[in-house]
């Protein structure tokens, strides 16, 4: 079972940035897609961003597109989530995930969940 460890979750005032980082154990980590869900308190985990294995195709939900960017580094395991112009509504907790293929990932079939870190931004 590959451990996935998120880190970088914070405090912040909107408009502000935060970077988040989840860190692999296993060293398939290249062979997955990797990806980002949030919830908030009250409402269902939604995915917000996954990129593919060979860094060739990546997804973000539409509340995060042109503010949010995933990237990965498979000689680290580790992938990465830079959040620019942060909004009171992207609060959350922030789970890294892990997933044969986006589209698995977007139909909520994760193979590995992190413990979560949690991003708070205030008005």
């Known amino acids: 079972q590959v451990q996935l460890v998120e880190s970088g979750g914070g405090l912040v005032q909107a408009g502000g940035s935060l970077r988040l980082s989840c860190a692999a154990s296993?060293?398939?980590?290249?062979?997955?897609?990797m990806g980002w869900f949030r919830q908030a308190p009250g409402k269902e985990r939604e995915l917000v961003t996954a990129i593919s294995w060979s860094d060739s195709s990546t997804y973000y939900a539409d509340s995060v597109k042109g503010r949010f960017t995933i990237s990965r580094d498979n000689a680290k395991n580790t992938v990465s989530l830079q959040m620019n112009s942060l909004k009171p509504e992207d609060t959350a907790t922030y789970y890294c995930?892990?997933?044969?293929?986006?589209?698995?990932?977007?139909?909520?079939?994760?193979?590995?969940w992190g413990q979560g870190t949690q991003v708070t931004v205030s008005s």
């Open positions: 995930a892990k997933a044969p293929s986006i589209a698995r990932m977007t139909m909520g079939r994760v193979g590995s």
């Open positions: 296993q060293r398939t980590f290249g062979s997955y897609a």
